[in-house]
């Protein structure tokens, strides 16, 4: 269904008048998700998980590599095929506050996608996506503003919204870090039921590793750009082998924000800047088994160690015994 190939996204900086620099927001990644199925792509925040999940929706275009969806090459579609690829292709986003129009009703936000793309039978398609976000009876909510819902109800609106055009291919953005605590489990509840009623694809977007063992099928972990450690979540989880993946792991027991202040103490400081990456593993610099001369010197490549599990990291290429 999505097939990403050594894709690259950098971007410019100002830096002064005449000055610029080069963000490496993703540097050479490839992954695929089959139909029907959820990739979790963990990290911190600034690690380019966002703009990998754009570049799958062609909201970015990579510097280098190729992204296809179901066998199309989308990477460099002209504007009247790639709204043709969008119907099928949706997002939701993270804040359901900010993401949400204030002005408008849950009507007018749930049949924005229809008008756009001039899709008839409106109220139909509108009472549908929300029957199938449980926001019933419809009713009683077509009339109300994003201020009158709960913050539960604000992210079912999105979902509805990201459902109404009936696509194939959905990406999540931190669906539910913006939430209250009791809401989180219903809306990933909502969304696994989705996913099977309809067939859906999903590229999960979070910090939090722990929903995507409940998630996910398979699970990427980003550090700077670059994919450090992929496979299966309930095996990543339960044996975390790459030592970024291990610290997230650690810091899993507090919730956010304390986690992010937990898991700078485990590892130790914030993750250097895009701008700037380290030479050789770039987590070398917060890594407690860095081996000098060996992960200062040259990138790690991802590589398959055993069964699905693929790691970037010299220590599994010189032990054996994992
Ligand atoms: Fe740590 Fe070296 Fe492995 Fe990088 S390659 S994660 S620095 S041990």
């Not at 927001?25 to 963990?42: C, H, R």
């Not at 605590?181 to 969304?191: G, K, Q």
């Not at 924000?257 to 610099?285: S, T």
């Amino acid at each position: 269904m999505i097939r990403v190939e050594r894709a690259k996204v950098y971007f410019e900086v100002r830096k002064g008048f005449f000055k610029r620099d080069i963000v490496k927001a993703v540097d050479g990644v490839s992954f695929k998700i089959d139909k029907g199925k959820t990739l979790a792509l963990v990290g911190e925040s600034g690690c380019g998980k966002t703009t990998l999940g754009k570049l799958t929706l062609r909201l970015v275009k990579p510097i280098e590599g190729r992204v296809f969806f179901d066998g199309l090459d989308i990477t460099n579609l002209k504007e009247k095929e790639l709204k043709e690829f969008r119907r099928k292709a949706q997002i939701i986003f993270q804040d359901p506050y900010s993401s949400l129009d204030p002005t408008q009703n849950v009507y007018q936000i749930v049949e924005e996608p229809l008008l756009i793309h001039k899709v008839g039978e409106k109220k139909e398609r509108v009472y549908k996506a929300l029957e199938d976000v449980k926001l019933i009876p419809q009713e009683d909510f077509l009339g109300k503003y994003p201020h009158q819902l709960s913050g539960g109800q604000r992210q079912r609106v999105s979902i509805a919204r990201a459902l109404v055009l009936e696509p194939n291919y959905i990406v999540a953005d931190e669906p539910v870090s913006m939430i209250d605590a009791s809401s989180r489990a219903e809306i990933l509840f909502l969304l696994k039921e989705l996913q099977a009623k309809k067939n859906l694809t999903f590229l999960y977007i979070t910090h939090d590793i722990a929903t995507a063992k409940y998630f996910a099928d398979e699970i990427a972990v980003m550090y700077l750009g670059k994919i450090v450690e992929y496979g299966n979540p309930q095996e990543v989880i339960k044996e975390p082998k790459h030592p970024y993946t291990q610290a997230l792991i650690e810091a899993i027991p507090e919730p956010e924000p304390k986690n992010k202040d937990r898991l700078r103490k485990i590892i130790g400081g914030e993750p250097p800047n895009p701008i700037n990456v380290p030479k050789g593993c770039r987590f070398h610099p917060r890594c407690p088994y860095f081996m000098k001369d060996i992960c200062d010197t040259k990138e790690p490549e991802l590589k398959r160690v055993e069964g699905k599990r693929e790691i970037s990291c010299y220590l599994y290429e010189f032990r054996r015994d994992y």
